[in-house]
């Protein structure tokens, strides 16, 4: 078992930037595949992101490529998400996945295990 917290949300003005975290307790996810993803009032969970056990190989989806960076710390057991350029269509509650002992990454929701309770981003115009 694993659990996943994430924190680093917020209220910022469009231009501006974030950093979201998502810790690790109960084992390391340093053989896992993590990912970023957000919801929107009314919309379905989307992906945002993904990084694989290592760290050298990443995904996004389209709409953040250029302003969004995902990374890993293994020895911190934490996964991060820097925001940069945010956009009022950023506006969502963002979650922090894992799947577990698993060397591929994946875009899929029901890829990955775990996920974390969320943490909102608002960006205002």
């Known amino acids: 078992q694993v659990q996943l917290v994430e924190s680093g949300g917020g209220l910022v003005q469009a231009g501006g930037s974030l950093r979201l975290s998502c810790a690790a307790s109960?084992?390391?996810?340093?053989?896992?595949?993590m990912g970023w993803f957000r919801q929107a009032p009314g919309k379905e969970r989307e992906f945002v992101a993904a990084?694989?056990?290592?760290?050298?190989?990443?995904y996004y989806a389209d709409s953040v490529k250029g302003r969004l960076t995902i990374s890993r710390d293994n020895a911190k057991n934490t996964v991060y998400l820097q925001m940069n350029s945010l956009k009022p269509e950023d506006t969502a509650v963002y979650f922090c996945?894992?799947?577990?002992?698993?060397?591929?990454?994946?875009?899929?929701?029901?890829?990955?295990?775990?996920w974390g309770q969320g943490t909102q981003v608002t960006v205002s115009s």
């Open positions: 109960g084992r390391t996810v340093s053989d896992s595949a």
């Open positions: 990084i694989n056990w290592s760290g050298r190989s990443t």
């Open positions: 996945a894992a799947r577990l002992s698993n060397v591929a990454i994946s875009t899929v929701v029901s890829f990955y295990n775990y």
